[in-house]
């Protein structure tokens, strides 16, 4: 029952995100006006709007101008369904939660954000970074809370100055958030499976000619699911990452 109301607020929640992911590269208020038809300016009424049902019952399309409505408007609800259950499931009714579904929530708008505009908003890493060090006394500690933002983010800087710009701002402000929420050595596991899966990525796109090794690969979405993973999961990735290694 607690489970059912926890899906129901998180693709509530996932509605949020689409608009979020939609309006913030284009400095648009997240707040007003309420939700309309990218395609024809139609404003959506409620029925419009209810989490996967309405995309499935219109069929993928606009009802007034019949426009394709794009999949990443359910896959974002789909995907906050799972990732808010999945957290409320290992903490329970505590902080801990609570602190799972803000960062999971920056990381959903942050990942695709980059992917679809190749922009990481300012609006959430910067409160991010201060977000996560409010919270972060209660989870990991002050200090590496601290250090990982500094440490992790500084690293970014230095990939960017080596690869001349290949890396941009946002990637280092993602890095600073991610930095205050894992922690440095969650900040440093996070580097590693972000930067394994990105260069499998690559070398998949340039095996297949869709890349050179000139093409700059978008670092966010996999720097997001990878800080998601390590949040969660830091304590068994590290277990099979020494059953496998001793
Ligand atoms: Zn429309």
Redesign the pocket.
Known sequence: MVNIFIIIFALLCGSFLNVAIYRLPRKESVLWPGS???????SLKAWDLIPIISYIWLGG???????RIRPRYPLVEILTAITFLLVFLKWGISVETGTGWIFTAMLTITAFTDLEEGIIPDLITYPGIIIGLLLCPYMIGIKSSVLGAIIFSGVFVGIAILSHGGMGGGDIKLAGVIGTFTGYGGSVLTLIIASLAGGIWAAILIWQGKADHKTAIKFGPFLSVAAWLVWMYEIEILDVYLRIFS
Do not use: N, V
Request: with cysteine; aromatic share 8%.
């Open positions: 309309h038809c990218p395609a024809c300016g139609q399309r606009c009802r007034y101008c019949k426009e």
